[in-house]
């Protein structure tokens, strides 16, 4: 069993609301605006999630799991290619039957990629990791993903609308927020 505060809890935490967006957005009846809400909502989470994992789980996988580098490295290649699809959502005016097969897409992808850290990486980590190594792990991806909330930005004005002013597509801005103004994808190493 996992401690609340290590990074195996922050992230499966991560993994629950990703889920529920998810659910929510299958089950949509609200119309354009909701749907558009629960995007933009669902693109934000999904890139501070990755961007958490980036800096946190997958350093540590590439330095202490057997087969690290491997496991790091697909991992990337799956977040880069979800990305894609986030971006292709962003999309005004997206047909509801191209938005159902992203959707669908990404749904499919996200849900294969959170089950097999769930089921492969996260144990890993629980045995090749210390367990205070992991706390402090997961009070660094807490702390940095509390520095940068989804709903709340500059000013006390909602982060979606300062990223929204910023040009370029939203999980491009919501990248570069998080990792200081470098929204290039970190990609295989």
């Known amino acids: 069993m996992y401690r609340s505060e290590d990074l195996i809890s922050v992230l499966t935490e991560d993994h629950r609301e990703i889920r529920q967006l998810f659910t929510e957005l299958e089950h949509l009846s609200g119309g354009e605006s909701l749907r558009r809400t629960l995007t933009d ?18 350093p540590v996988s590439l330095a202490r799991l057997p087969d690290g580098g491997h496991l790091a490295e697909a991992a990337l290649d799956e977040h880069h ?7 292709r959502l962003e999309a005004d005016d997206l047909p509801d039957d191209r938005f159902a097969q ?8 996200t849900r294969r990629h959170i089950d097999e850290e769930e089921r492969e990486i996260f144990p890993m980590l629980a045995r ?6 992991l706390v402090e792990l997961g009070k660094n991806a807490r702390c940095s993903k509390s520095c940068a909330p989804s709903r709340a ?5 909602p982060l979606l609308q300062v990223l929204l002013h910023s040009g370029a597509g939203l ?12 929204a290039a994808y970190p990609g295989p190493r």
Not at 102 to 109: E, K
Not at 128 to 133: A, I, K, L, R, S
Not at 153 to 157: A, F, L, P, T, Y
């Open 171 to 182: 999980a491009d801005r919501v990248r570069a927020y998080l990792c200081g103004g470098d």
């Open 81 to 87: 290619r979800l990305e894609e699809i986030l971006r």
């Open 41 to 58: 909502q669902l693109i934000v989470e999904m890139v501070r999630h990755s961007v958490a994992e980036e800096c946190y789980l997958y």
């Open 128 to 133: 090749h990791v210390t367990e205070e190594e």
């Open 153 to 157: 930005g500059h000013e006390g004005r």
């Open 102 to 109: 992203l959707l669908s897409s990404l749904i499919t992808g």
